[in-house]
Nanobody, 121 residues
Framework: VQLQASGGGLVQAGGSLRLSCTIS????????MAWFRQAPEKEREFVAA????????IHADSVKGRFTISRDNAKNTVYLQMNSLKPEDTAVYYC???????????????WGQGTLVTVSS
């Protein structure tokens, strides 16, 4: 089982990045997917989730209007488009698979390895 996240990097405040996470070894198209992040010395927090068909998307209040989660089931890939980045968005971003097609808190069964996003002021 592998959830391979990529797309992180260093960007100036106000800039954009798109994270990708490709999953292999387990089903993708029947499962909800999510992004979490963990900033230095802070707990991991939920960022966004998307149901198996992409019909429902949930975004944390802290990123609503700036970040957008999407998925391509043909490519087994989930994306996180991040616009208007702020220094407080600096964190390691993790993708995660939900146990079912719908998202609910505590439903993660697989985690990716994380990709670092650094936003400079």
């Amino acid at each position: 089982v592998q959830l391979q996240a990529s797309g992180g990097g260093l960007v100036q405040a106000g800039g954009s990045l798109r994270l990708s996470c490709t999953i292999s070894g387990v089903t993708f198209s029947r499962n909800a997917m999510a992004w979490f992040r963990q900033a230095p010395e802070k707990e991991r927090e939920f960022v966004a989730a998307i149901t198996y068909g992409g019909g429902t998307k949930i975004h944390a209040d802290s990123v609503k209007g700036r970040f957008t989660i999407s998925r391509d089931n043909a490519k087994n890939t989930v994306y996180l488009q991040m616009n208007s980045l702020k220094p407080e968005d600096t964190a390691v971003y993790y993708c995660a698979r939900g146990r079912s097609g719908n998202w609910y808190e505590g439903s993660v069964d697989y985690w990716g390895q994380g990709t670092l996003v650094t936003v400079s002021s």
